[in-house]
């Protein structure tokens, strides 16, 4: 079965950065685009960013320029590397897959941005 399993959340300052990890099992990891959603409290869930099969990127405008997807196929991984975090980034963030006919999500780790 498909599963998604992140790590690497916390609690940092405003400034500071993180490395978020989703580690992919139960499908053909390298043939499907992958996905960072994130969820602030009171809000819907937001995409951040999109890394094709073939390494193109796409960001959200609030994290364009700071924030940088990446994947592992060797690792069936997907990185979000978080710089210049800023409080308005808290939020728990989601690993996603879209197989057809139905979306895959993580369990999804917290980041927090706090002094």
């Known amino acids: 079965q498909v599963q998604l399993v992140e790590s690497g959340g916390g609690l940092v300052q405003p400034g500071g950065s993180l490395r978020l990890s989703c580690v992919a099992s139960g499908f053909s990891f390298s043939r499907y685009p992958m996905r960072w959603y994130r969820q602030a409290p009171g809000k819907e869930r937001e995409l951040v960013a999109t890394i094709s099969t073939g390494g193109s990127r796409n960001y959200a405008d609030p994290v364009k320029g700071r924030f940088t997807i990446s994947r592992d196929n060797a690792k069936n991984t997907v990185f979000l590397q978080m710089n210049s975090l800023k409080p308005e980034d808290t939020a728990v963030y989601y690993c996603?897959?879209?197989?057809?006919?139905?979306?895959?999500w993580g369990q999804g780790t917290q980041v927090t941005v706090s002094s």
């Open positions: 996603n897959v879209f197989i057809p006919q139905r979306d895959y």
